[in-house]
């Protein structure tokens, strides 16, 4: 179980294969988010088609809403949900910190008020293992703190507190059929993420998780971490780039040794009328497209693309139809699922590298601007 | 073209095959509703796997957005929503009356306001026919006055109109590659249906629609009209009771004749957490589900059925997620596609009119209730 059995690199990239209890992950992989148990608007069904593989589901809302004891006696989240292929779950604490209004943090762990009822919760690096063994994914992390990359005074505090997590994490974790990732932190300071990165790699984890980036950073800051703790991971282990990203991001990912992504970017954009496409990012609320006859996107073969056209798609986004985000959807998750698909063939003949500058400039236009633009 | 040709029948009730350019319909029927193009929240492939034949769009709706000009340039409406299984389209006559704020009335047409942006437009027989030619659907709709059926004096003025505006669409129409029905309205005054009845049955319309039904009068109103008017309809062709029903009111249509079916109820339900049930409608939202493991009902085979516990649709009600309304779509559509499905095969071994008290009795807590029930 858990065996990762790299197949092909090119230079620091690497195509794998990750073997789980659900099944086997070809890496690099991108991931949906499927934050309730459900990736929005989205039938597992159609995201099977898309080509999906993995999907994230978060801790903290399902141990809100539905409750991770109920999901437990259901028979656990997959299936819940029906998803019978590999979920991962977060640790919950990124939510605590990004979506609950009040918070308190000590050394033992995080009491905060739920964002949906303002009740009263707490979360340890014991309990949120507890509620990923009751939820039952495949891949399940480590609980940790994640912090203003732009405190540097506090960022050493929370890298610190995330260490003694890790290790508690790792020592309340019971089940075999899952693997526990530990999480580097260290914000966008090159000796806390070097620190953290042998710290993390120093314990037996099957996998290292990188968190803390795409929270406000620049770009630079992020690419200038992976580049700076990429030889102090462990080279035979999955690393997973955590809630990253736009199609530039996952290309620059994979070529600092970065093998899995996931990210709320597709679907969000899609809620928003917005389609990632080879040209630029599409906003289909644009009148200019009211009569396109061209699919979002010349060559994709997604369902979206194959059966209906701009204008369509145009005309529902203009009569508020659901449907647009559906479609928008499957559209935008195909979209990454197939470029990190069609990197992994480039690194399996050797050719990634070579073709980075054309695959950046290809999708820079579609980066993560303001949904507003 | 338009051959209908009756296979079966069992006392009022028929199975037949009707053929159109776009493929036949085995009827009865039931059509699920696209307003605007799009049969909410549920994609061309998902009402295909789910066994509808027949969709019905709404001509004053793509006359607004995204205009019916637009779509005949797109290559008419099958094309741009990616139905190329038969369509239908209403004349618009309808929701003039129930959705326009201002409208004015007279011989020649009615004057109205758009619901969307206040712009005055107008639609004469000629007019409703032109946009319909220009959506191109299979079968299209005389254009008529829905009255207020409780206003028994004007009821006579309104029925007088729609037969003149029936010769008026005869005359109006080119198309040789679409059925234009005509509409017998009279509210609920027998005498009036029937003399309309009579009227409209002489005119060479390859189909009949009953329309102004399901507006406000009981259901034994709407069932006595039915019962009347039977005799006065011609055998051999398609007959159309529009914008009905719930599960009772298909078995009690096709127990009185009636071949073609369409309703907003099973999708508008499901938007509001409803579905259909051989136990009764169920409300979704209800804590009662939260840890039930059956499926929404028991030897249903729809995806949601097959896929899906009442606990995780409720979660997703619970949760406000939109994959709710789509798998709730998805169960209520073709939970009236089977039913009449079923009722089509007992037609065919002469038991539906034994089993029609079986029937009753089985769907009768799905009636028509205010939602917030």
Redesign the interface.
Known sequence: MFEFDINAKNGLARAAVFHTPHGFLNTPVFAPVGT???V???????LSELGASLVLSNTYHLYL??GDE?IA??GGLHE???WPHPILTDSGGYQVFSLSKTRKIDSEGVTFKSHIDGSTHRFTPEKSIQIQENLGADIIMAFDECADPNDPVYIRTAMQRTHVWAERSLNAHTRQDQALFGIVQGGVDLELRVESADFISSLPFPGVAIGGLSVGETKDDMLKVLDTINSHLPVNKPRYLMGVGTPEDLINGIARGIDIFDCVLPTRLARHHSAFSKHGRLNMMNATF??D?RPLDDDCQC?TCL???R??I???V??K???A???LSIHNLHTLVELVKEIREMIFNGVFEENIPKLLDIWKYNANKAISE
């Open positions: 309730q148990a459900t929005k608007s989205v039938t597992p069904a159609q809403r539905p109920l006696k259901l819940f949900m029906s009211a009569s006859t369902y059966t209906f056209t204008a369509y145009r005309h529902l203009a009569a139809e659901m449907l985000g559906t479609l």
